[in-house]
T-cell receptor, first 116, second 111 residues
Framework: GAGVSQSPRYKVAKRGQDVALRCDPI?????LFWYQQALGQGPEFLTY????????KSGLPSDRFFAERPEGSVSTLKIQRTQQEDSAVYLC??????????????FGQGTRLTVV | SQQGEEDPQALSIQEGENATMNCSYK?????LQWYRQNSGRGLVHLIL?????REKHSGRLRVTLDTSKKSSSLLITASRAADTASYFC???????????FGKGTRLHILP
């Protein structure tokens, strides 16, 4: 596709419900990032993939958060037993990895999750 | 916090004036990037400056980087109403290529 695509754009979940957020990166992009952005704040790093390998998941706030990228392309961020504090915009970005990463990251429009 | 710091947090200026935003960071970096985010939208890449560069221009944008002070500035000249948005600096951490964002500057251009 022409850009990074995220779905759904909006998700309302009842507290305790499980949700799955999808990211379609730009074709050929090796690196994929997930970020969480609370209202009025900057994006906070969640996790990073290089192809199918999850190299860094240090930003995942709890074990209720799980991300995968099994074939090195599409990625899914799953949140189990959602809580109200999970309400945020979840952003996905991809980039063509080069050593020292002198390339830009392209962001999707995000998924706005509201837990009620 | 894993974020850098931008200042000011919010800035309102008259259309046509120049807007300057600053960013400080903590770790050694490969490069620094500036992004714009309109309300309810995704982040749009504006400009990238490498760690061995000191200044870079792109249209009405001018970015400086001082690695000794671990700081960068973004200057938008001749501001327009369409420049109203939040602006974030993002650093690419040298040791693991993690992209780390600041909290952003909310810029409002007054007509």
């Amino acid at each position: 596709g022409a850009g990074v695509s995220q779905s759904p754009r909006y998700k309302v979940a009842k507290r305790g419900q499980d949700v799955a957020l999808r990211c379609d990166p730009i074709s050929g992009h090796v690196s994929l990032f997930w970020y969480q952005q609370a209202l009025g704040q900057g994006p906070e790093f969640l996790t990073y993939f290089q192809n199918e390998a999850q190299l860094d998941k240090s930003g995942l706030p709890s074990d209720r958060f799980f991300a995968e990228r099994p074939e090195g392309s599409v990625s899914t961020l799953k949140i189990q037993r959602t809580q109200q504090e999970d309400s945020a915009v979840y952003l996905c970005a991809s980039s063509f990895y080069t050593p020292n990463l002198n390339t830009e990251a392209f962001f999707g429009q995000g998924t706005r999750l509201t837990v009620v | 916090s894993q974020q850098g710091e931008e200042d000011p947090q919010a800035l309102s200026i008259q259309e046509g004036e120049n807007a300057t935003m600053n960013c400080s960071y903590k770790t050694s970096i490969n490069n620094l990037q500036w992004y714009r985010q309109n309300s309810g939208r995704g982040l749009v890449h504006l400009i990238l400056i490498r760690s061995n560069e000191r200044e870079k221009h792109s249209g009405r944008l001018r970015v400086t980087l001082d690695t000794s002070k671990k700081s960068s500035s973004l200057l938008i000249t001749a501001s327009r109403a369409a420049d109203t948005a939040s602006y974030f600096c993002a650093t690419i951490r040298r040791r693991d290529d993690k992209i780390i964002f600041g909290k952003g500057t909310r810029l409002h251009i007054l007509p």
